[in-house]
């Protein structure tokens, strides 16, 4: 199962998030350990190193994304994916939630998960919160 996963549950893991960080954990063990595919946006680690930048200094913030990327594939947010997200009739009304979603469609993926669902309300994929996965799904 090939799972895209949101910036909100890939900052979760890496900033330690109270309340939310043990089921990034879960979420990213199980790609780590080769049950699940797990996909993040090239967008989720510029925005995720925004995030961790104002807590870590930079080398840790590398680190930590370079440690981060040995458990995700990460999928290009290309020019198709843009202007499908910017475009009259796109049906999302937040520009960076349509670029993830359109880029999880264009690498196939099964599921999205992600701590908003309501941002992904127009998606013609399953969307499922990290709790909701993991209750769901078993491995």
């Known amino acids: 199962m090939k799972l895209f996963v949101d910036t909100n549950v890939m900052i979760d893991l890496l900033a330690h998030r109270e309340s939310f960080y043990e089921n990034a954990v879960a979420i990213f063990s199980l790609a780590d350990n080769g049950y699940v595919e797990a996909v993040v946006a090239s967008l989720s680690y510029a ?33 198709k994916a843009v202007q499908k997200a910017i475009a009259e009739d796109c049906r999302f009304t937040d520009i960076e939630d349509a670029m993830q979603y359109y880029t999880a469609t264009q690498v196939s993926c099964d599921c999205i998960i992600t701590r908003n669902k309501k941002d992904f309300v127009h998606s013609d994929i399953p969307v499922f919160t990290p709790t909701e996965f993991l209750t769901h799904h078993q491995f």
């Not at 925005?47 to 995700?72: C, D, Q």
Request: net charge negative; aromatic share 10%.
């Open 47 to 79: 925005t995720t190193a925004y995030i961790l930048g104002k807590v870590m200094p930079y080398k840790s913030v590398a680190e930590t994304l370079r440690l981060f990327s040995s458990m995700v594939e990460v999928a290009a947010v290309d020019e």
